[in-house]
Nanobody
Framework: QEQLVESGGGLVQAGGSVRLSCAAS????????MGWFRQAPRKEREFVAA??????????GYLGDPVKGRFTVSRDDANTVSLQMNSLKPEDTAVYYC?????????????????WGQGTKVTVSS
């Protein structure tokens, strides 16, 4: 049974940093796209970041516009993806979800993803 488990959320002050990790299990996700989405209260879930497999152990990383220049995404190994979040703002407050997909072409779209974690909450205080 495939499973994605996020960790690293919590309460942080504005301007601070948090690192989220997502561990996948149940199969080898080496060629899967692994992404991060977030959902703030009363808002729709939105794309944050993704890594897509290119070849060998090389992955490309992509970031959503609201987090460019502040967040970085990395593929630590075949089944682990991390999200380093710096210069956090109160508007970054959300539940952050990890997701995985066999399709790399539509990494920004929620419907592209087959597997989802339960989410980890990040609260940024002003």
């Amino acid at each position: 049974q495939e499973q994605l488990v996020e960790s690293g959320g919590g309460l942080v002050q504005a301007g601070g940093s948090v690192r989220l990790s997502c561990a996948a299990s149940g199969r080898t996700f080496s060629r899967y796209t692994m992404g991060w989405f977030r959902q703030a209260p009363r808002k729709e879930r939105e794309f944050v970041a993704a890594t897509t497999w290119e070849s060998g152990s090389f992955y490309s990383g992509y970031l959503g516009d609201p987090v460019k220049g502040r967040f970085t995404v990395s593929r630590d190994d075949a089944n682990t993806v991390s999200l380093q979040m710096n210069s956090l703002k109160p508007e970054d407050t959300a539940v952050y979800y990890c997701a995985a997909s066999e399709d790399s072409s539509r990494y920004r779209f929620i419907t592209n993803y087959n597997y989802w974690g339960q989410g980890t909450k990040v609260t940024v205080s002003s």
